[in-house]
């Protein structure tokens, strides 16, 4: 939990700092991601804009990539990195990514999973409804799907920071060392999140399996 909420921080804390530091060409994220996937080959995905801070995402279901207002508008160099990113997995998807269609195959179980873990101990504490060791099964086994989830999510983020670097160089929209580097900083925090949420689930999975392996052995 320290470990998340320390990822948590300094992600924002790294994007703030280059989202005052302005692109030296000017463009602004929704431009740099169309740029991105031009030059990758890559239409039909729509760019839209959403309000709130850090909500960008790509929705595979509608092939929309959605950035967050600032970045959408926005020309600094916390926005080129993270519209590139996105752009990276709407790339991810035009290519059949491998590991970005079996986290999309994926969520529907994992969000069952997260609902589980979410309100069987409040069940079980206030009702009694449901026995020890089948709660004890059932969140073991919940985590383990947000774990597995988790882990699936690694490289399809790491990859698409890696395109969106790899595009924003490519491309010319980085035209000096400190806005790479600014680019670089921003992705690489960003990884760290996904980092702790994987460390984080593999802890939860473990702390509810290691009662029921112990208690296999007690019963040899």
């Known amino acids: ?13 790294v994007y703030r700092k280059y989202a005052a530091e302005p692109s030296l060409t000017g463009l ?3 431009q740099a991601a169309a740029r991105v996937l ?3 080959g890559v239409d039909g995905v729509q760019i839209e804009s959403q309000e709130g801070e850090l909500t960008d995402h790509y929705d595979p279901r509608h092939r929309r990539l959605v950035l967050s207002a600032d ?4 020309s600094s160099v916390a926005a080129l990195a ?3 990113h996105e752009a990276g997995h709407a790339i991810q998807h035009a290519r059949a990514y491998a590991p970005l269609h079996l986290r999309m195959a994926a969520v529907g179980a994992t ?7 979410m309100w069987l101990p409040l069940i079980g504490m206030f009702t009694g409804f449901v026995n020890t060791y089948t709660g004890i099964v059932l969140m073991a086994v919940g985590w383990g799907i947000i774990m597995l989830f988790n882990l699936v999510t690694l490289p399809v983020e790491f990859d698409a920071s890696a395109r969106a670097k790899a595009a924003l160089q490519h491309s010319g929209i980085l035209s000096s060392f400190g806005e790479t580097d600014g680019v670089n900083r921003v992705l690489n925090a960003a990884a760290w999140t996904y980092v702790a949420a994987f460390i984080t689930s593999l802890a939860y999975f473990i702390w509810h399996l290691l009662p029921l392996l112990m208690g296999r052995r007690d019963e040899h």
Do not use: E
């Not at 939990?1 to 804390?13: E, G, P, Y």
């Not at 969000?111 to 873990?117: D, G, N, P, R």
């Open 111 to 117: 969000q069952i999973a997260s609902q589980i873990v």
């Open 82 to 84: 993270v519209a590139a």
């Open 38 to 40: 031009q030059d990758a």
């Open 71 to 74: 970045n959408y508008h926005g």
């Open 28 to 30: 602004t994220g929704a």
């Open 1 to 13: 939990m320290l470990l998340s909420l320390w990822a948590s921080m300094r992600v924002k804390s």
